[in-house]
């Protein structure tokens, strides 16, 4: 029975060990709901909005140390953030839908996630076409978890639950470029200014499957 112990020991550090030195690869879907955090001017409420398309991409994982699970993770995609702006007196809903190319570079610790995001944006509409030129690169700071769910030798299956939170505004300029300025009452009291400009809080999940490359990280 002990030997029977040790070997099992022995076998699952040692797959643990060959795990740890190589580079995974492989893609990803998620899904996105968010919210702007920011106080709107009077006349208009923030609301929850979901992503209407699909966030999917390519995560790529190295890892940084054998004995622990510490990696670096690079998220590479096409993703979207959702935000709904409401008329405070008709309840009428305007779901803004901002797309990005985006580069997400992250630190996993024992499956504890924390990096950050920048996306380029490509498109953005919230009823109706908004210009692109108007967007800021968006950079946002994101923590959560990782979970796997499935291994073995060829690859892995994980689940993760992130909350992004933007560091920077979402136009270049509110008060010039408020896309709801012809659809929404401007305030009676208060001038629309960049302190009103959308900053984005969002909740993502996600699902990826890495293939084991084979390719030595670690030696």
Do not use: C, W
């Amino acid at each position: 029975m002990k030997k029977i112990i040790i070997i099992l020991f022995l076998s699952i550090t040692a797959i643990f060990a060959q795990e740890s030195k190589t580079l995974f690869v492989g893609p990803f879907i998620s899904e996105s709901a968010g919210m702007n955090i920011v106080t709107s001017p009077e006349g208009r409420k923030s609301g929850l909005a979901i992503s209407e398309v699909p966030n999917f991409g390519l995560t790529v994982v190295a890892p940084l140390n054998r004995g622990t699970d510490f990696s670096f993770v690079l998220d590479l995609a096409y993703s979207n953030q959702p935000f709904q702006i409401k008329n405070a007196s008709t309840g009428e809903k305007f779901n803004h839908q901002i797309s990005y190319i985006a580069i997400s570079p992250y630190l996993n610790f024992e499956g504890l996630l924390f990096g950050f995001n920048f996306g380029f944006p490509q498109s953005a509409n919230n009823g109706s076409k908004i210009d692109v030129g108007i967007i800021k690169t968006l950079t946002e700071v994101k923590f959560g978890g990782n979970f796997n769910l499935f291994s073995d030798e060829s690859g892995t299956v994980n689940a993760s639950v992130l909350v992004s939170m933007m560091l920077n505004e979402t136009y270049n300029s509110f008060e010039l470029n408020d896309p709801l300025k012809d659809k929404m009452p401007k305030p009676f009291v208060l001038k629309v200014t960049d302190e009103y400009n959308p900053r984005i809080a969002s909740l993502t999940f996600s699902i990826n499957y890495l293939f084991n490359t084979g390719v030595t990280v670690l030696k």
